[in-house]
């Protein structure tokens, strides 16, 4: 299998200022492991600008295939992350974000509160998923499993889907 190239991008007013372990982070490094290599991380505060500048830069820079964010999908006064997101994107994704959310009610109402986006700039796959370690994992492991052929089929794999 293609061995994909991923970034993580923690978004984390607390995280960026050192007071909190990335856990959520680490998780994602865990999880994506199967998918490929993770040739950058970064910790960043919740800042729209900040946020738009580094996705800009890893799409364009035309080395990655996947980009996962964690944290600030929600409705707190700092929570920018799907704002920041839809305004590098090319075209969203929804049903990735709604297998998300649907996965996520069975286990918490609170699931709803996510406003996580998934879409496309240039072909990159960019993914928000909420903060917390637990949100992380439950949202994550929904869309894992049709990752390898969403990004194959970004780098303009022609092979037939109906096999
Ligand atoms: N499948 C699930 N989906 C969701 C859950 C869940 O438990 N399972 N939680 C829901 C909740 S509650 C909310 S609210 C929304 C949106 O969450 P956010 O993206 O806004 O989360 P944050 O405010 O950024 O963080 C929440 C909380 O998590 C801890 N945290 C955050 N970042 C980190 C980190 N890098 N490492 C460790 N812990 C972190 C911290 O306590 C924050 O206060 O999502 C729903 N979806
Ligand atoms: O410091 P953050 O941005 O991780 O978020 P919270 O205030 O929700 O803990």
Redesign the pocket.
């Known amino acids: 299998m293609t061995a994909f190239r991923i970034a993580i991008l923690t978004?984390?007013?607390?995280?960026a200022r050192g007071?909190?372990e990335d856990e959520s982070g680490r998780i994602l490094h865990q999880m994506s492991a199967s998918l490929g290599t993770v040739d950058h991380y970064e910790i960043i505060?919740?800042e729209a600008d900040l946020i738009t500048a580094r996705l800009m830069e890893w799409c364009d820079c035309g080395e990655l295939d996947l980009i996962l964010t964690t944290?600030?999908t929600g409705v707190?006064p700092?929570d920018v992350t799907p704002q920041a997101t839809q305004q590098v994107l090319d075209y969203e994704i929804p049903g990735m974000a709604e297998a998300m959310r649907a996965a996520s009610l069975a286990k918490t109402p609170h699931a709803m509160l996510s406003r996580a986006l998934v879409g496309v700039r240039g072909q990159t796959l960019i993914v928000n998923l909420p903060?917390s370690p637990k949100a992380v994992r439950e949202n994550f492991e929904v869309i894992l499993p049709a990752l390898p052929h969403a990004l194959a089929k970004l780098k303009g794999d022609p092979s037939d889907c109906a096999q």
Do not use: C, F
């Open positions: 978004l984390s007013d607390k995280g007071e909190r505060a919740d944290g600030g707190s700092r903060g």
